[in-house]
Structures are given as C-alpha cells and as structure tokens.
C-alpha cells in the first residue's frame, strides 16, 4: 500500500508541472491564433469605432502585453479562477462543470460499449481463428473503422430516425417534455443511443483488432500449453490464461483513448447538438472566446492524467506480476 501512495503521489507532482507547462503553451498558441475578440464582440453589439475597441481590449485585459496577460492568468489558476467569458459573460469554471457531466456521460457511454463489444468480438474472432466468424468479424471491424464519424453519424440519423423513425435526432432531451425522474432517465438514453454509438463504433472496431491480435499471439506462449497439457477446459483457457494476459494492450489503448474521449468529442457533439464540453468549445473557437478555450483544454489536460494514472493502477488487477514504480 505504501508504495502504491509513493507512486500516486510523485504522479500527482509531475502532473502539477505537465499542466502547467500546457496552460502556458496553449496560451501562447492560442494568442498567436489569427482573430480579435474585441473585433467579434464589437460586430455582435454593432458598435465598431475604435474607441469602443479600445474599452472592450481594456476590459477584458487584451489591451496589456501577452506575458502580463500570461502572469494575471497563472495566477487566477492557482486560485482555481479559469476567469471570465467574453461572449457568455459567466465564469468559466461554471460554463465548463455545467456541460461536463454531459460529455462524461456520452463519451464513459461509448467508451463501455467499445469495450465490452470489441473485446467480445475480438475473443470470438480470436477462438475462431481461419473461420468464417473470423473473417465476419475482421470484415466488420474493418469497415467501420474506415467510415469517417460525421458520415457514420448522419447514416444513422437517416436510418433510425427519418426513415424508421425509432429514435430523435439531435439534443440530450426532448424540449418541454415536462420529463421527471425515471421518464426523464429514458427520454434521456433516448436521446444518447446514436451519438454513444456512432462514438463508439469506431473504437470498438480497434478494440476487436487489438484483441484478436493480442489474443493470438498470447495462445503461443508455453503456460497455454501447459494449461492443455494438464486437461483444462478450453473455454476456462481462452478466459483466464489468454485473455487475461491479452489484456494489457486494451488497458493501454482504453486508458490513453478515455482522456481523448472527453476532450475530442467535438465533432459528435456538434453533428448531433449534443450539449457538452465538445460543442462549448466549439462554440468558443467561432467567437475566439480564448479564456473560454483555455479552461476547456486545462480541464481535458487534467482528465487525461487522472484516466493515465488510473490506467497505470489497472496493471496490477489485470496482472498482479506488474509493480509499480516511479
């Protein structure tokens, strides 16, 4: 337990310096990005003499040197302040926790679908290696992994909501339902069905490549003979001798996609209106909200490391032999 807690805790200081150093380079790039903000809020009140720039510049800080710029802002994020939205005029901290829970819950929807059914597929795919329920599968895989997301997406919109009209199309909920409780829960899955699938679809496509690949090459590895050797069932084999071991490769590949899951949502969430951290910041690149921008990517920076050190915690349930270390 002991150097579990030692392990967490130097995770814990590294990160401090690795989001830090993010903050000032994404400040930095963002700065150099080409746009004026005053110039968007300017247009958007009708009013664009200079000296209505000039306030504007000086209200929200723009008018002072980027490194001053740079300095204010650290110091607004060691007092967890990610500051002010120019165009929404509420605090950024408050704008991002109220879309969070939203992009968590489609994107932790996606990721648990991907798993379970490309695992699946890709066990399957494994035991049946050379058959027909391999090449159907592999085939499968394949062809979603190849289709772009945004084309996936309206597909299926086309499909189970113009044609079969089986689902709604856009949003998280219906407008003035009036929902509560467990009807608002269902009009709520609804809603998430298309959006955590078309997400969903395209990893779990590697998830049954990866596994399938992992799994073969760990069927040739001497304690699997061994374990037919002394009579095992097969079935008992393929769980805990091959696909545990075949694990680790998805751990990796989950733990590193979990963190870009949050962040890079975009795309989905804005073809299918989702209202979540992907569609803010979307939103906040068409009217070079840059505040807004950079509390978006501290927040995903900090998601990422957490889902990495959780990933590396993982190990050692999925293989009790890994240690770890600093």
Do not use: C
Request: glycine share 10%; net charge neutral.
């Amino acid at each position: 337990m002991g150097g579990r807690l030692g392990f967490i805790a130097q995770r814990l200081v590294k990160a401090v310096f690795v989001i830090l150093g993010i903050i000032v380079l994404n400040f930095l790039l963002i700065r150099l990005a080409p746009g004026d903000p005053a110039l968007v809020l300017a247009g958007e009140a009708g009013a664009a003499d200079p000296k209505f720039l000039d306030d504007l510049r000086r209200e929200f800080g723009l008018d002072q040197p980027v490194w001053r710029q740079l300095l204010i802002y650290m110091q607004g994020i060691l007092s967890f302040d990610l500051g002010f939205s120019y165009r929404q005029k509420q605090p950024i901290l408050d704008l991002i926790l109220a879309r969070l829970p939203q992009t968590i819950l489609l994107t932790g929807t996606a990721l648990a679908f991907a798993i379970v059914a490309g695992v699946s597929l890709g066990a399957m795919a494994a035991r049946h290696v050379g058959t027909w329920w391999d090449s159907a599968i592999t085939t499968l895989a394949l062809l979603v992994y190849a289709m772009p997301q945004f084309w996936l997406g309206l597909m299926l919109v086309l499909l189970f909501s113009v044609q079969l009209g089986w689902l709604p199309t856009f949003g998280s909920n219906t407008i003035n339902s009036g929902f509560t409780g467990l009807d608002h829960a269902l009009d709520v899955g609804r809603h998430l069905i298309l959006p955590s699938l078309t997400l969903g679809l395209f990893f779990m496509a590697v998830y049954a490549r990866l596994t399938r690949a992992s799994m073969l090459e760990v069927a040739d590895l001497d304690f699997v003979r061994t374990g037919r050797a002394k009579g095992l069932a097969e079935g008992r084999i393929q769980r805990s001798y091959i696909l545990r071991n075949a694990l680790l490769p998805v751990v990796t590949y989950a733990g590193l996609q979990a963190g870009y899951l949050v962040g890079g949502s975009i795309l989905i969430e804005t073809v299918f209106a989702w209202p979540g951290v992907g569609r803010l910041a979307f939103e906040a690149v068409l009217v070079r909200d840059y505040n807004l921008l950079l509390g978006i990517f501290i927040i995903a920076s900090v998601l990422v490391i957490a889902f990495n050190l959780l990933t590396d915690l993982i190990y050692t349930i999925v293989d009790p032999r890994i240690e770890l270390g600093a």
